[in-house]
């Protein structure tokens, strides 16, 4: 049976359990959820939107308690879970203010008669939501969902079930009604029942590749929609003209932000030949001088990661790339402490077909590799099965756009590191994922473009 639980990261202590959902449960809340629906629907954009603004607006009031939770749960500094909050906070507040025209009627130009396109929600959804942004991750496939008129099954990772408690909570007091939005402590077995279900119209997973998998198959033998948020290599490419502080900078926040633990986290670095060793020195010498330790305290760059088990697989790795010829310039071990942490680390020389090279590493070890040409570095970043997020920097932002257009990613930044924001989609390709989230696209995957035509 899953195990909901809270294990403190830091110190490995279990804090807290919380019961697993059981059948009649689960049947229970689809069951209100679809009911839920059929009103929730009808109901006015304008009327839903409130809902949101009022649940933005608890996220700022309750920013602390909250950032306090996911701290305890999976090691997040408490800065950076302050961060999430607002996040969260800005999600809700851009859906309120923008759900009305993102489902307004779009009149077509058609050759005979009139016609329309209404957009619709389509029914009951399930979420399914990771442990390393416990909140975020949970607001940008709720709140447009919730705008739409869709209501919202979450089933959240086992290590988070108080942020998941929190969210309910929180969307209660904006006095949202029962079944609109509903938290299930579901097992692996319930989940796939609730796929199944002819209630259920769609399913939103963010996670690992191999979940996707096996949501993906189970959705498309129900036939549901599925929005699939998984896994990526970025690239962090350096051309030769780059200004090498930012870059680096870049780099390090890229990597190293939440202990490496996120899907556009820069995990290659590829740097052109002619500035390849000074932008590794600057670059060692950043990583080295982060400070790793409590994440409730202040000043602290890296805490745990998110258990003893993610700490020992990037472990793994990073040993595996050694025993094949990759040198530790900085980290490569744990520090001598209880609780799931692991040294910022830099590799070189990773070899093609190890673990490192192929593989997704989460957790905070940056790859850095030496390219000869702008066309090795492009077919460098290319070669791999993901294809979510990357970086490219130089000087001359015309060759740095045309460096972007040449990788097969969804999402390129410029001169500065991946960031997510409300107003810009969010997604993939390759096996990094399918479907959109945040901005207007985020309101486009569960819905019904209905025709309305009059001759």
């Known amino acids: 049976m899953t195990d909901y639980a809270v294990t403190d990261p830091t110190t490995g202590r ?15 809340a689809v069951a209100g ?6 009103d929730w629907r009808r109901r006015p954009v304008a009327e839903r939107a409130r809902f949101l603004a009022a649940a933005a607006e608890l996220h700022r009031e309750r920013r602390d308690h909250l950032a306090a939770i996911i701290t305890r ?22 859906y309120a203010r923008n759900a009305a025209a993102f489902t307004a009627d779009r009149a077509l130009d058609v050759a005979e008669g009139s016609a329309i396109v209404r957009t619709e929600p389509i029914g009951v959804l399930l979420g399914i939501m990771p442990w390393n942004y416990p909140y975020y991750q949970v607001a ?11 209501t919202v099954l979450l089933k959240h990772a086992p290590s988070c079930p108080e942020s998941a408690a929190a969210i309910v909570d929180l969307y209660a007091d904006t006095g949202l009604p029962e079944g609109v939005y509903t938290n299930l402590y579901a097992t692996e077995e319930q989940v796939a029942r609730i796929i199944e279900h002819p209630a259920v119209q769609g399913v939103s997973l963010t996670g690992s590749e191999r979940a996707g998998r096996a949501v993906g198959a ?28 930012r870059a680096v900078d870049a780099a390090v926040a890229g990597r190293m932000g939440n202990a490496g633990q996120a899907c556009t986290a820069a995990k290659r670095i590829i740097v052109l030949d002619e500035v ?13 001088a982060l400070r790793v330790g409590d994440p409730a305290e202040e000043g602290t760059d890296l805490g745990p990661l998110s258990s003893e088990t993610a700490a020992r697989q990037v472990i793994g790795q990073v040993e595996d790339a050694v025993a094949h010829g990759a040198t530790v310039l900085t980290g490569g071990d744990r520090p001598d402490r209880d609780g799931a942490f692991v040294r910022p680390t830099v590799l070189t020389g990773v070899a093609p077909g190890t673990r490192a090279y192929r593989e997704e590493i989460f ?29 490219v920097f ?62």
């Open 14 to 28: 279990v804090v807290r359990r919380f019961p697993t959902a059981t059948e009649a449960e689960v049947d229970a």
């Open 33 to 38: 959820a679809a009911a839920s629906f059929r």
């Open 73 to 94: 749960e999976m090691g997040k500094t408490t800065a950076e879970a302050l961060g999430e909050v607002d996040l969260c906070a800005d999600i809700h507040d851009y």
């Open 140 to 150: 940008r496939f709720a709140a447009p969902n919730i705008a739409l008129g869709n």
């Open 218 to 245: 189970l959705a498309g033998r129900a036939m549901k929609r599925t929005v699939l948020e998984l896994g990526g290599s970025d690239p962090f490419i350096v051309l030769a003209d780059a200004d090498l502080d």
């Open 276 to 288: 390849h060793d000074a932008f590794v020195a600057a670059f060692v010498d950043r990583v080295a």
């Open 363 to 391: 957790g905070p070890v940056a790859v850095v590799h030496r390219v000869g040409s702008v066309d090795e570095a492009v077919e460098l970043a290319n070669d791999t099965p993901y294809g979510l997020g990357s970086v």
């Open 394 to 455: 130089g000087a001359d932002e015309k060759a740095a756009l045309a460096v972007a257009d040449r990788l097969d990613v969804g999402m390129v930044s410029v001169n500065a590191p991946s960031r997510t924001q409300a107003d810009l989609p969010f997604g993939g390709v390759k096996a990094s994922g399918i479907g959109r989230e945040l901005g207007e696209y985020g309101m486009a995957e569960f819905v019904n473009r209905k025709l309305l035509r009059v001759p």
